[in-house]
């Protein structure tokens, strides 16, 4: 084996490469040597800020939990995979069998591990060991990126889940960055009639409507939550049944509520500052339901059989790739905003998508 490169995080600003040792493997772990890793929006914020709320980089740590890879050993106690499994990995392992796992919502275990969340080391490496019955073997049929891009996928699915989007629901998705692109896509794929989606920037929106989006809208930082809210109704020619909030910005957390038809649902999945100030009464005496997302979990089965079927096509969200070795370069691309999903490519041999 060659060695294992890592794009380790020492402190704000502090983004290094640097040789690790190449982990074992426990009984119920797989060492899978690591193919394709997307840069997220998180990871990049860590790397300017240090922090994000209370999970503060207070030692190195190892970024990236968007990733794919190929099993090279595996556990005494490990049944379902074998050496040569083309694997996706889901980031957030639970701990411990508390409540949150026993009924199935693991994603709120407080005590989950979760790749490139401090202190937890991520998987942009060349070799990473990880639970394995949180490796999903890709079909043949499914690249390493596609199975990389699993986990910005997986917030859609959680989203448009909690959200409710089913065969005919009318959707508004703010904001369309990767995560907003993923939120259209599962829409889409989940029955959504039709979707408007909304943007400062028009080249985001020109992607949006590349997968799908039926109505782009471009809005301004000067437009009133209400007038948006009145745009996206005229687009429409009804309120929506469901909005997906994925920017964070209070206004757009404002329009969301305005926007969204009385007995609708509002899912915030963008996080912005702590406090906001919202048409909180508007949304009550509506019965607009407004549910918060964190993460995701029990996505990574449907997301697998939705990429093989071609119900969804991801591959158009990935805009730029580097080898490993120029991760900063990559870092760098993603901070400036270009393209949609920057992806690194781990191994030396395999550079292919």
């Keep these: 084996m060659e060695n294992n490169l890592c794009v380790v995080l020492h402190a704000k600003g502090d983004l290094r490469l640097e ?20 840069i997220c929006g998180s990871d990049v914020h860590y790397w300017q800020h240090g922090r994000i709320a209370d999970f503060v980089v207070k030692q190195p740590m190892v970024l990236g939990h968007e990733a794919a890879g190929r099993v090279v050993k595996v556990g005494s106690a490990v049944k379902h995979l074998n050496v040569g499994d083309r694997v996706a990995v889901e980031p957030g392992v639970p701990r411990e069998m508390d409540d949150f796992l026993k009924s199935g919502r693991y994603n709120l275990s407080p005590t989950i591990f979760f790749c490139a969340t401090p202190p937890d080391d991520g998987n942009l490496c060349r070799y990473y060991k990880h639970c394995a019955n949180f490796c999903y073997k890709l079909p043949d049929n499914v690249t390493f990126e596609e199975g990389a891009l699993i986990e910005p996928l997986s917030v859609g ?23 907003g692109l993923v939120c259209l896509l599962v829409a889409k794929a989940m029955g959504a009639s039709v979707v408007v989606i909304t943007d400062l920037s028009s080249e985001r929106l020109k992607m949006a409507q590349q997968v799908g989006a039926d109505f782009p809208l471009l809005v301004t930082r000067e437009d009133s939550a209400q007038d948006v809210a009145q745009r996206v109704a005229g687009r429409l020619g009804n309120q929506p049944h469901v909005t997906i909030e994925c920017t964070g910005a209070e206004s757009s957390i404002q329009t969301a509520i305005y926007a969204t038809r009385s007995g609708g649902v509002v899912v915030l999945v963008g996080l912005g500052a702590e406090m906001a100030s919202v048409p909180l009464v508007n949304a009550a005496v509506r019965e607009v339901d407004i549910r918060g997302v964190f993460r995701y979990c029990n996505t990574w089965p449907m997301a697998i059989a939705m990429l093989a079927s071609g119900k969804v096509n991801v591959k158009p969200l990935v805009t730029h790739r580097f ?3 120029e991760a900063t370069q990559a870092f760098e691309t993603t901070r400036q905003g270009h393209g949609v999903k920057v992806m690194l490519k781990c191994d030396q041999s395999d550079q292919t998508p």
């Design 19 to 38: 040789e690790r040792p190449i982990p074992e493997p426990g009984p119920n772990d797989v060492l899978l040597r690591m193919h394709s890793v997307g």
């Design 323 to 325: 080898p490993l070795e």
């Design 157 to 179: 699915i959680h989203a448009c889940r909690r959200a409710g989007v089913t065969l005919g629901t009318t959707v508004l998705i703010c904001g369309s960055g990767p995560i």
